[in-house]
Every structure is written in structure tokens, then in C-alpha cells.
């Protein structure tokens, strides 16, 4: 079994910061890029920002030089520290990751289930 569990979210005032932190766990043998997705209401899931093993990053155009996303290899961990918030940030955010189980033939994506980040006043 393999798990991804996505903490950090929350009510903030637009300008303000948050950090999400995802944690894989399980029977894991190896996890591959490692991502956060969001969906408004009414809207499409969207890619925020993506991770590979190695550390390479990419961003949606909508928040370059806001949030920053890293990775602690060691710990299965992904985080997006995310500055400068603004309404339209508001969303629910998932965390995926790209993760090879112990038990499995190929690479799966697995998902959290989500934690809600709200900007408001």
C-alpha cells in the first residue's frame, strides 16, 4: 500500500504565505517527479509546480516568483511555499506523485486527497 498525504492548507489574508507539505508512505521502491495540482470551483484541475528525482522545477506562469516547490528525497517529501497569495489562488490543492511500489511492474500516479487554501479578507 502507498499513501500521500498533503498538509499545510488553510484560511490566509491575500499577501500572505503558506506551506503545503505532502508525505509519501508505504511500500515504496522509488518515486519519480512529484507535483501540486489545484481546482477552483467550477474550474479544471491545473498544474502549480512539478518536481523531477534530480530537482529540476517547473511552474505555472501564474505563479512564477511566488511559490517555490522543493523536495527532501530522504523523508518522501514535497513542499510548495507559497508568498504573495492572492484570491485567485484560492483552490483545492492535490499533491501527486509519480511512485514505483515494492509490489508493482510500472510507474503509477498517486494522489492525496487534497487540502483547501483560501485567500481572503
Known amino acids: 500500500q502507498v499513501q500521500v498525504v498533503e498538509s499545510g492548507g488553510g484560511l490566509v489574508q491575500p499577501g500572505g504565505s503558506l506551506r503545503l507539505s505532502c508525505a509519501a508512505s508505504?511500500?515504496?521502491?522509488?518515486?519519480?517527479?512529484m507535483g501540486w495540482y489545484r481546482q477552483a470551483p467550477g474550474k479544471e484541475r491545473e498544474l502549480v509546480a512539478a518536481?523531477?528525482?534530480?530537482?529540476?522545477?517547473n511552474y505555472a506562469d501564474s505563479v512564477k516568483g511566488r511559490f517555490t516547490i522543493s523536495r527532501d528525497n530522504a523523508k518522501n517529501t514535497v513542499y510548495l511555499q507559497m508568498n504573495s497569495l492572492k484570491p485567485e489562488d484560492t483552490a483545492v490543492y492535490y499533491c501527486?506523485?509519480?511512485?514505483?511500489?515494492?509490489?508493482?511492474?510500472?510507474?503509477?500516479?498517486?494522489w492525496g486527497q487534497g487540502t483547501q487554501v483560501t485567500v481572503s479578507s
Open positions: 501527486n506523485a509519480e511512485i514505483w511500489s515494492v509490489y508493482g511492474t510500472r510507474w503509477f500516479d498517486y
Open positions: 518536481i523531477s528525482s534530480g530537482g529540476s522545477t
Open positions: 508505504g511500500s515504496i521502491f522509488s518515486i519519480n517527479a
